[in-house]
Every structure is written in C-alpha cells, then in structure tokens.
C-alpha cells in the first residue's frame, strides 16, 4: 500500500529535522524537531521545522529561520521554468516571517530528485545552483545535501545571527 501523501510530508520533515539539527547544533540531532500542527499553529516558533531545546545551551542569542518543506510535488517539476508554485511557497513563508525569525529556508523535494533550498541570503563558500527573482527579491538555490556537507558556521555568517563562537 503506498505510503500517504501527508505521511510522506510528515516523514520528509522529520528526516530534514534531523539533519539540520546535527549540521547546526554539532551533531545533536533532537534539537530541532517538525512543528507538532505542521507550522499552522505558531507557538514560540513557525515554521515546519522548530527547536525542541532551549537554545541558549548552544550559545544561540536567537533563532533567525524560519523552515518550510515541501516533497513530492510531481506536476511541479524542477525546472523553474514556470515558478508559479515556487512563487506561492515563497510568498506563503515571508507571509509569516516575524521580527525574530526573519530568513526564510525554504526546502523543496521534487518527486525522485535530491532535495534543494531556496533563500535570499547568499551562503558563503559555496556556490548557489541558480538564482530566482521573486517579487524583486533574488532567492538562490542550493543543493541540500552538499550543504550538509559543510560546516554550517562557515557557510552562514548572518548578522542576524547572535550566537557566541562554536565550542
């Protein structure tokens, strides 16, 4: 029996949780966890993917992202040729950034492709794949997993930011 189109979600998010909380938080992966209501409810954080601990404990001051995710999607392939979806998904997080969580991630899985993320904050030391003007707002695209295989505090140096120097 295949498996349900909100499983699928479900599962997308915990697996993308997992991963950018070892990548952010040095290899503890229960510090950020998918938001209990999906991000439709806003507790302390929005988004799909929130922290579970208080991230003080990491030296955190703030946490700046706000995550959406979206898998699956086969009439929505990866070409950007037509953003008309992408464009909606874009709008529908900067709809909800706040003061406090003020960049959006925002990371797509087409059906069968590796997952990529989309934001408007250029990464260092690393290329973006391609760059999408949304309402005058460039949004670059990169490869997710080849992030992961960086280390995120030379990859984002946000002065959105506040956290003390990694341990």
């Known amino acids: 029996m295949p498996i349900k189109s909100k499983q699928k979600g479900n599962n997308f998010e915990n697996l993308i949780a997992k991963k950018l909380s070892k990548w952010i938080f040095w290899n503890d992966q229960h510090v950020l966890g998918r938001h209990p209501t999906s991000g439709a409810k806003k507790v302390a954080y929005v988004g799909d993917i929130i922290p579970q601990k208080p991230l003080y404990n990491y030296g955190w001051l703030n946490f700046p992202l706000h995550f959406e995710l979206k898998t699956g999607y086969t009439q929505h392939e990866a070409t950007f040729n037509k953003q008309t979806q992408v464009k909606k998904w874009i709008l529908k ?11 959006l991630w925002l990371i797509i899985r087409f059906k069968n492709k590796t997952p990529l993320l989309l934001t408007s904050h250029i990464l260092t030391n690393v290329n973006w794949e391609l760059a999408l003007n949304i309402n005058e707002t460039i949004y670059y695209i990169y490869t997710f997993y080849k992030l992961l295989k960086l280390n995120f505090y030379d990859v984002v140096l946000y002065s959105e930011f506040k956290y003390n120097t990694t341990p």
């Not at 997080?93 to 960049?103: H, P």
Request: proline residues 0%; glycine residues 10%; aromatic residues 0%.
């Open 93 to 103: 997080g900067e709809s909800e950034l706040t003061t406090e969580q003020s960049i």
